[in-house]
């Protein structure tokens, strides 16, 4: 027989793209996620099409798998990491994403993301944080600043509220970063970052709400303030931003300032230079909480990436180990075996 020549099919964002009206309020965050994700996915030469699957829990960010033209599961409340749990662990071929809110991920769904981040499972979880609940129309959520009025908090919220980057260093995630919903080619960036990770991988991407929490990011997304309030971490460059480029972050006693490294005796010699592979998660876990501090710049980008065995991976050695030592398996034989009897 000759040979045939297979000729590589480039695809685009259309490839991604389904026929399903996309229903989100005008202006909403969410479209510049899909709209990058979308992008991006032709690019990843490492994952064929036919083998991502996306999972979704309750909310506005959980129609995504409607949007997008891989195979997809639209679970219930909370419960994403653990469906899509198991559709890696039983097929470990396939690349598995999650799209989640902060409501559907860190209330109802907070335990099974801590495991998720824990177990180290080869997930890539996209986290739509607004700090509200849409979809039911403006509760306040579990990222929700304290203090902030909604529907369910009249008077103000009492609630002390989730850091999810924090919250999943402290889970022991191997890749967790930040992005946001106005810096497209940033998010393009961390998406890409993600895929290549082999691990549980969490992107916080700040989305804004236009209808129930509109501007809730606007200092870092202001043109007048977000250079003094955005800082852009990235591996083994010192942590510097302002529209100067003249701040920096210096850490002494695991405590963070702000200083000026063109004034007195200040220095960009010292200021902090990041290390996303550090296996120390403390300089990690003191940049997730640097906007506890009034004035203090909201970092964006991979606050920490590290290589551990994943759950799906160990899974399938142990069978393979088993299956070795044991041979192969004989569902009748278990299943006839031990106390059994016959019904006449």
Known sequence: ????EVKEIKLTAKDFATDQDVRWCPGCGDYSILAQVQRTFPDLINIKKENIVWVSGIGCSSRFPYYMDTYGFHGIHGRAPAIATGV???NPELSVWVATGDGDLLSIGGNHFIHACRKNIDLKVLLF?????GLTKGQYSPTSDKGMKTKTSPYGSIDFPFNPV????????????????RDPKHMQQMIRRAADHKGLALIEILQNCVIFNDGVFDAISDKATKDDMLLYI???????FGKNKDKGIKVDNAYPTIININEGSNSINDVLVHNEFDTSAA????????????????????FRQISRP????EMQKQIEDVTVMKGKGDLERVLFSGNTWEVN
């Open 1 to 4: 027989m000759a040979d045939i």
């Open 234 to 240: 990235e591996h083994d460059k010192p942590l510097i």
């Open 166 to 181: 924090s919250l999943a260093l402290g889970s022991e995630a191997t890749f967790v970063a930040r992005t946001m919903d």
């Open 88 to 90: 890696k662990a039983a």
């Open 129 to 133: 944080n607004n700090k509200i609940y």
């Open 283 to 302: 300089r990690a876990t003191i940049l997730a909480h640097l906007t506890d501090h009034p004035g203090f710049p909201t970092p964006m980008g991979i």
């Open 310 to 313: 994943t759950l799906d991976g």
